[in-house]
């Protein structure tokens, strides 16, 4: 099955910095890669996805680049804002839609004031 | 919009009770859900597929007959904890899969927070 790795597990940057987190995969036919924020107690919510037949993604702050070759992908947020303290998950599904979703091991991001 | 709600949103029950928490698509269809628990500073752990009309997928390690799941709706599923002991305590979290004119995203509902005494 498929089994998707995160990095870093905790991350501390300047509020204003870029904060980059990384994501690998193992299966191939993983063609769909969403990215989710937890803020503490809450749900998980969608803040940006890729798919395989795009390299790059943005809206706003946030970006996601994916290198289906390597089979890595990543989250960029720039210009950190204190809010953006909360812990971030990558998963990964493969080309069935209905297919559950595989997470990553969350990233604990703080924006240091 | 996606909305998806969960009921209750904290429950305490004495070991060797059950508990039902629903999930509820609100404003839209919703065939296939996923339950999920998740321990404190760790990542999501899907326990079962939930399709309605059909039999949910459980996955390995995960007891079918203590996690009942039922999908009679296109808005609903439950899950009940049978038989519920301490170790059992856990955030579960569901989701809804928003597949018609969209393209397949998962809606997470606000959670169920159980401790089991």
């Known amino acids: 099955g498929e089994n998707v790795e995160q990095h870093p597990s905790t991350l501390s940057v300047q509020e204003g910095d870029s904060a980059v987190i990384k994501c690998t995969y193992s299966?191939?036919?993983?063609?769909?890669f969403p990215w989710y924020k937890q803020e503490l107690g809450k749900r998980p919510q969608l803040i940006i996805d890729?798919?395989?037949?795009?390299g790059e993604k943005k809206d706003q702050r946030i970006a996601v680049t994916l290198n289906k070759t390597a089979k890595h992908f990543s989250l960029h947020i720039t210009e950190t804002q204190p809010e953006d303290s909360a812990v971030y998950f990558c998963?990964?599904?493969?080309?069935?839609?209905?297919?559950?979703?595989?997470f990553g091991t969350g990233t604990r991001l703080t924006i240091i004031p | 919009g996606a909305v998806v709600s969960q009921h209750p949103s904290r429950v305490i029950c004495k070991s060797g009770t059950s508990v039902k928490i629903e999930c509820r698509s609100l404003?839209?269809?919703?065939?296939?859900m996923f339950w999920y628990r998740q321990f404190p500073k760790q990542s999501l752990m899907l326990m079962a597929t939930?399709?309605?009309?059909?039999?949910?997928?459980?996955e390995q390690g995960v007891e079918k007959d203590k996690f009942l799941i039922n999908h009679a709706s296109l808005t609903l599923s439950t899950l009940t904890v049978t038989s519920a002991h301490p170790e059992d305590s856990s955030f579960y979290i569901c989701?809804?899969?928003?597949?018609?004119?969209?393209?397949?995203?998962?809606?997470f509902g606000p959670g169920t927070r159980l401790t089991v005494t």
């Open positions: 299966d191939s036919a993983s063609n769909y």
């Open positions: 989701s809804a899969l928003k597949a018609a004119g969209g393209p397949y995203e998962q809606y």
């Open positions: 404003d839209f269809q919703a065939t296939t």
């Open positions: 890729i798919r395989s037949n795009v």
């Open positions: 998963a990964a599904r493969g080309p069935i839609l209905n297919e559950k979703l595989t």
């Open positions: 939930s399709n309605e009309g059909s039999k949910a997928t459980y």
